[in-house]
């Protein structure tokens, strides 16, 4: 692997003078998501082709240049087994490896199967960003939170299936980029299986909630207004923490002299929760961004769904109960 010594903003720096990426925007906070349900003539920002490796990497880690799908297999394994022993690593359950051809992550598909990852792939830039699915807490803080809003949903409409939990599948957007999620939620009017989710739940372990905004961002700018809510959990095993936002399209403040409308991924909440409480509740998820115009199930009205400070509580009991 290669290496060197970057801490804070000067690594960030100096990783993308070497892969020659940008920065993306300075994220603002917004208090509420305007309805956006229609799936109208979007223009996705300038910023679309942006990647911040160095929210991705560990201090001292760069990008890895792939030369065989075994390799990439001991390098994924290795990373794995230091972030479950060691709880106090500095190491992020991020890889970047470059030069990947097509060709190669054809193999690499078919071979990574026992391996727990999650894939980025970037086509014009034959890179791939992988990310670690470490230990139990990826799947079972993502589950909780998708499994509870799908509740509310049957709840108020009586249609368990009216929002589908259809896992991980890979979405490719028309900018050359495919990603996984960690949990895509689609309506039911949705049934072309190149059809994008309406809503994603992207988890992070550590110190990881920046690599997370940059997912954030690819959701919203590549699905072309198709997903319309991303639900960002950072879980915190030393502080016992976890952080939930809420991200979305920025509707515009002013009308536009533009045929279409600009793509602007903001954060619209954050909710912290650890042992002394909550803060930042209730976490709302309309109903208008998860459901299409004209597909909102009967029963559910606008302002659904909310998440109140009892119930975030106990999600976050349930978890960290269930990972003793």
């Excluded at 509707?251 to 912290?272: D, E, K, L």
């Amino acid at each position: 692997m290669m290496s060197g010594t970057f801490t804070g903003t000067n690594r960030r720096s100096a990783v993308r003078r070497r892969s020659g990426l940008g920065r993306q925007p300075d994220m603002e906070g917004l208090e509420e998501i305007g309805h956006s349900s229609e799936v109208a003539n979007v223009i996705p920002s300038s910023t679309q082709g942006d990647i911040d490796l160095g929210d991705y990497l560990s201090a001292g880690d760069l990008p890895i240049d792939f030369t065989s799908v075994q390799r990439l297999k001991n390098i994924c394994s290795e990373r794995y087994e230091r972030l479950v022993d060691e709880t106090t690593t500095m190491a992020t359950e991020y890889l970047v490896f470059r030069k990947v051809t097509k060709d190669d992550l054809v193999k690499i598909d078919r071979s990574h199967r026992d391996l727990h990852i999650r894939i980025f792939y970037d086509f014009s830039m034959e890179l791939l960003i992988v990310k670690l699915m470490v230990g139990k807490a990826h799947e079972w803080v993502s589950t909780l939170f998708a499994e509870h809003l799908r509740e509310k949903v049957r709840g108020r409409c009586g249609d368990f299936y009216a929002l589908c939990d259809m896992g991980a599948f890979r979405c490719m957007s028309a900018m050359g980029r495919a990603k996984e999620p960690d949990v895509a939620l689609v309506p039911m009017n949705r049934q072309n299986e190149a059809d994008w989710p309406s809503c994603v739940i992207e988890v992070g372990v550590s110190e990881s909630l920046a690599a997370l905004k940059n997912d954030a961002h690819f959701w919203i700018l590549h699905s072309g207004g198709l997903t319309r809510v991303v639900i960002l959990i950072a879980v915190n095993p030393q502080t016992k923490t976890l952080t939930i936002e809420r991200w979305g399209d920025q509707p515009p403040a002013y009308p536009s002299h533009v045929t279409g409308r600009v793509i602007r991924p903001r954060m619209a909440q954050s909710v912290t929760i650890d042992i002394n409480g909550v803060i930042g509740a209730p976490l709302d998820v309309p109903s208008g961004l998860i459901f299409d115009n004209g597909h909102v199930p009967t029963g559910v009205l606008a302002s659904d769904f909310s998440f109140d400070a009892t119930e975030l509580s106990a999600l976050y009991t349930r978890f960290w109960g269930m990972l003793r």
